[in-house]
């Protein structure tokens, strides 16, 4: 048997290697294998039948199951060709680091053959309904809409935040509701793993995490969430060259899951989407309006930097225990007497 492996380099081809006899392989797992002089990390693309004694054999078994279905494998060479990437960096930049053998993974040839029969990658995921359209959640409270979405939803939910710091926030957030994991360097790498294990054989439902997590299984039906989609942290530098919006855009049409993106100020890419009927944009329920007060502020700002009534509201809420937000322009749009309101204007335009 010779296995076709994809490596995190700049090359579009993958290497071929004999596998050993006895090992019970998969496309979309991981191995270690000798290249230019060092055993590295490889993403098995294919598998077929030979055997060429001038190629190398496989090191060892990175995964001891796939960790990619035939379906997923699909996406990440979509993702590599959409971005001008390798599949093999790809794969490196979207899945959780293997493990070592002394953190439990990574088991050798011979024991690997001889404590898994799995010979069949995990299986698909079947799309759980017809591809809806995404949701652009706006202004205040879109974060108190994701939680009410995803406490009412039946299946998983996979949260992607722009940073490690917002991950862990949100993971905070989504532990009253259900037990959550990671998927962000927040963790360590055995933590990681775990995390990815648990969300494939059902026992977690919630998981939260970056760029890294967007391949992550969720289970059906299910809602995957992007927050803050106009962040540029979302498209770092190195491969897959694409934003993790167009990745989970992708998927969600794929894989059938409901998908909603926050932000405060969206991106240009999803306003057009929004208003080419290509996604759904949810602004916040209107609030009431404040109430407006005007002050007569002549002959009282020379003597005091609060209008009376100003400073009373302001004594009120600060003794009430609420905060207070003061906006004080730094500019003024006219000049005007204190005394009697009299404004300055321009002999030539009367502008004031």
């Known amino acids: ?139 205040a409270g879109r ?60 026992s977690a439902r919630l998981a939260t995490g970056t760029r890294s997590a967007l391949l992550a299984p969720v289970a059906p039906p299910g809602t995957l969430v992007l927050l803050d989609e106009h962040e540029v942290a979302h498209k770092p530098p190195g491969p897959p060259r694409i934003h993790s919006r167009e990745v989970v855009l992708e998927r969600a049409t794929r894989e059938g899951l409901t998908l909603l993106l926050t932000s405060a100020t969206p991106s240009a890419e999803m306003w057009w989407r929004a208003g080419s009927g290509r996604a759904d944009a949810a602004p916040a329920p209107p609030g009431p309006w404040p109430s407006v007060s005007l002050a007569d502020t002549r002959a009282v700002l020379r003597r005091e930097p609060l209008t009376p009534a100003l400073a009373r509201a302001v004594r009120e809420a600060l003794a009430a225990g609420r905060r207070v937000f003061l906006a004080v322009s730094r500019l003024t749009s006219a000049l005007a007497c204190d005394e009697c309101g009299a404004v300055v204007r321009c002999a030539e335009c009367a502008l004031a």
């Open 1 to 139: 048997m010779i296995a076709d492996v994809a490596f995190d380099a700049p090359v579009t081809h993958p290497f071929s290697y004999r596998v050993p006899e006895g090992w019970p392989l998969a496309p979309g797992q991981r191995v270690l294998a000798p290249l230019r002089g060092a055993v590295r990390v490889g993403m098995v693309v294919a598998l077929r039948e030979g055997d060429d004694a001038r190629l190398k054999l496989l090191h060892r078994v990175a995964d001891p199951a796939p960790i990619l279905s035939p379906t997923r494998l699909d996406f990440v060479r979509w993702i590599a060709a959409e971005s001008l990437s390798s599949v093999g960096s790809t794969s490196a930049a979207l899945l959780p680091p293997p493990l070592t053998d002394s953190q439990g993974g990574g088991l050798a040839g011979d024991a690997f053959a001889r404590n898994d029969t799995r010979t069949a990658p995990p299986a698909s995921p079947p799309p759980s309904r017809p591809a809806q359209r995404p949701a652009l959640l706006i202004g």
């Open 143 to 202: 974060e108190q809409r994701v939680l009410d979405h995803i406490e009412v939803a039946k299946g998983g939910a996979l949260v992607i935040a722009a940073d490690v710091d917002a991950a862990a926030r949100w993971a905070q957030r989504l532990a009253k509701l259900d037990r959550v994991v990671r998927l962000d360097s927040g963790v360590d790498e055995a933590a990681r793993a775990q995390a990815w294990r648990q969300l494939a054989d059902g």
